[in-house]
């Protein structure tokens, strides 16, 4: 089991830094199907500013977390601190990091506008950093043609299979979706967080922290972008989503490019509504499927929104069309 497991490893990492716990002081965050534990460490019920992390070798990009927040951090972007690592062996491993609070961008759904609008540009400045770095310690394989197409297809399995019952196939031998994943993939490429929605932004004193960063791979900006714009977890409505592009447009200081940014919050959501409902169906966890009629109506929304002009276009309305 990975959860006590991942404990006992935590727990033995504080020890060797030199905070004394127990198993019992440690509160489950999260663990997940990733083969990721983590954990809040409370001494005696007192939070003592550290999060462990355990992992294992489950998802390829688990051991990146390190090197990734490290170099981050090295480069000038908002990430937690690594306090202790140590490697467990096979691809496993555990380490100590700064605990950035309970505050998750999420949490503030329901804020004043004024409080949320700040953190989301918060968030924004903190990935123009990130998107501006060039790193120097290994990424994930980055976004190409392929990676464009295994979205669509787990889209076309899960979501369009699975959930609605339509061809896998008959989607998939789509010229449309071919040339959305071949135009995307032939842009120039700047590194991305790769899963750049609420939950993985941490507000401290109304500054945003990047968490869950070990994905990271280069890709494009508007990914990224479109994948905090059109967040089907916050559910924005259109015109809060127009007001995060003009930030956007701010703090990037250029126009954005709606053929790019539409092209991409097609990708990004149509992967977010098969993860949906592969978790969802496959995990027996209900949260998920519950999260597919807010992913359905961004979709149709960015759908809607797809320039004539774009490589996206024929793509968008046969998703109006079927969705």
Same mark, same amino acid.
């Given at each position: 089991m990975t959860t006590p497991e991942g404990a006992a490893r935590i727990a033995a990492l504080c020890q060797a830094h030199g905070v004394q716990v127990c198993v019992d002081d440690l509160q489950l965050i999260v663990a997940g199907a990733s083969g990721r534990v983590v954990m809040r460490v409370c001494p005696q019920g007192q939070d003592c500013g550290i999060i462990g992390v355990y992992w294992t070798s489950a998802r390829a990009d688990n051991a990146s977390f390190v090197d990734a927040a490290q170099g981050l951090a090295r480069m000038g972007v908002r990430v937690p601190r690594i306090l202790r690592y140590r490697d467990e062996g096979n691809g496993c491993?555990?380490?100590?990091?700064?605990?950035?609070?309970k505050t998750d961008l999420l949490g503030l759904k329901e804020a004043l506008s004024d409080i949320r609008f700040s953190a989301y540009c918060s968030a924004i400045e903190a990935v123009r950093v990130l998107h501006s770095i060039t790193p120097d310690w290994p990424l994930q394989p980055p976004f190409d043609a392929d990676m464009y197409?295994?979205?669509?297809?787990?889209?076309?399995?899960? @979501?369009?299979?699975?959930?609605?019952?339509?061809?896998?196939?008959?989607?998939m031998s789509m010229p449309a979706a071919s040339v959305v994943a071949e135009e995307l993939a032939a842009l120039p490429r700047v590194p991305v967080h790769r899963d750049f929605?609420?939950?993985?932004?941490?507000?401290?004193?109304?500054?945003?922290?990047?968490?869950? @960063?070990?994905?990271?791979?280069?890709?494009?900006?508007?990914?990224?972008?479109?994948?905090l714009v059109f967040d089907p977890y916050m559910s924005l409505n259109m015109q809060q989503c127009d007001e995060l592009l003009a930030a956007c447009e701010r703090i990037y200081g250029k126009p954005t490019d709606f053929c790019i940014f539409y092209a991409c919050a097609?990708?990004?959501?149509?992967?977010?509504?098969?993860?949906?409902?592969?978790?969802?169906?496959?995990?027996?966890?209900?949260?998920?499927?519950?999260?597919?009629?807010?992913?359905?109506?961004?979709?149709?929304?960015?759908?809607?929104?797809?320039?004539?002009?774009? @490589?996206?276009?024929?793509?968008?309305?046969?998703?109006?069309?079927?969705?």
């Open positions: 491993g555990t380490c100590l990091v700064e605990d950035m609070g197409r295994w979205e669509q297809g787990y889209f076309a399995e899960h @979501f369009l299979g699975r959930h609605l019952g339509l061809s896998p196939q008959d989607f929605q609420s939950q993985n932004i941490m507000l401290r004193n109304g500054t945003a922290y990047l968490i869950d @960063f070990q994905g990271m791979r280069y890709g494009l900006a508007e990914y990224d972008l479109a994948s097609l990708q990004r959501l149509m992967q977010a509504l098969g993860a949906y409902a592969n978790i969802g169906y496959n995990q027996h966890k209900d949260w998920y499927l519950n999260m597919i009629p807010n992913g359905v109506r961004a979709l149709k929304a960015v759908a809607s929104r797809t320039p004539e002009e774009s @490589f996206a276009y024929p793509l968008a309305q046969w998703l109006l069309n079927h969705v």
